[in-house]
């Protein structure tokens, strides 16, 4: 049994959570980068031109990429063998994200009741936490802050069983047409497919930790990840919604097994700005 | 691609001479709100009570900033996405409101307005936040400084890079 301080896990999440909303991923930068040498439009090659130029801003200030510097999605990977000990783990990371938004000037953008109140909390917490139980002694924690403007432009729909992998890469089309300038494309859309509908929704968040041009590991859904990518992108949505060929990043696809009567499929959207970074403690 | 130097306040007739597609650099005093501030313009309207500003040819930016670090004038400061100020607009719009900067689609009602009244959408690149921070150079909270980020704040701009992308005609840029 290894013994985890419950103030080193406030620690790291501190520091992911200006990391995150300061440094963009080189991944990022690189596909913005292929993006730009694509383009034909002139729009389209400005606004490239001011994510890549707003990257390095942010980096050199450490000031954040976004205003929206998310609500902060922290996912644990718990080894077995590891006992945390002073503080619960909810609390330690929870005070995390107080310590890293408020040192850091980030937004705190949670209100405490959703539909009532609605009340700042002015210090950004509670995050949403996703823990996993794993074997071994140690403790990754992945922090994701999620900015609104694409997660309101997510989407599920139960799907027949039968409905086939056509018919969900439609689904997926039309729900990047929908969101069209709404969620700052160029965006990367996570789909979770299969489980139950709370499974799905994990599922699609879970496959935006992933680094652009990375795919899933079953060659099936790696190709249709790139079929559904190609049908994104010939939407013609283009950055920011002003015609482009670059409408979408990455389409990453997260299965899991469901039931004989059912297909969930669930759409969660993020923006050019796709942040998260890992620490193994 | 036409690019445009405009300075706030605007009249009318500059409104109308702006085109979906063209290219603007904004220079001048804008106006922020969004959700929470738009409620509040709204009821103030509906009372009876004066706005905190002068609604007559004013820009409004749909921003609810990040903090300033010490020695900054503002912190990170892209636009919100625009559709959820619908609602409240087209009321905005009969009070004077020009220019509205922000992402993202408007609805027919709001693009309906812009066109009997004289005003365009222009739209900032979402996300770009650290860059258009740079172009603001005074900020001042001048209302409901209660709502934290979502107060209304005056700020001094220079060339705030924009694309109009619906203008007075109801040409949309989004509608390709």
Known sequence: MRTIEAEEITKAVARLCKETNYNLGQDVIRAYKESLAAEESEVAQEILEQLIQNAEIAQEKEVPIC???G????FLELGQDVNIVGDDVTAAVNEGVKKGYQEGYLRKSVV???LIERKNTEDNTPAVIHTTIVPGDELKITVAPKGFGSENMSQMKMFNPT?????VKDFVVQVVEEAGPNPCPPIVVGVGVGGTLDKAALLAKKSLLRDIGEHNSDPKYKSLEEEILNAVNETGVGPQGLGGKTTALAVNIEEYPTHIAGLPVVVNINCHVARHKTVVL | MAEIKLETPVTESEIRNLKAGDKIKLSGVVYTARDAAHE?????????????????????????????KPGEVIGS???????????????????????????GNRNQKVMDTMKEEGAVYLAATGGAAALISERIKEMKVIAYPDLGTEAVRKLRVKNLPLVCVIDSTGKNLYNR
């Open chain 2, 40 to 68: 509040r313009l709204i009821e103030a309207l509906n009372q009876g009570r004066d706005l905190p500003f002068d609604m007559q040819g004013a820009a409004l930016y749909y921003v609810g900033p990040a903090p300033a």
């Open chain 2, 77 to 103: 400061a892209g636009p919100t996405t625009s559709y959820r100020m619908d609602p409240f607009t087209p009321q905005l719009l009969k009070n004077g409101l020009k220019i509205m900067i922000g992402k």
């Open chain 1, 67 to 69: 205003q929206d510097t």
């Open chain 1, 163 to 167: 409905a086939g992998a056509e018919k």
């Open chain 1, 71 to 74: 609500m902060a999605v922290v």
């Open chain 1, 112 to 114: 405490s009741d959703p």
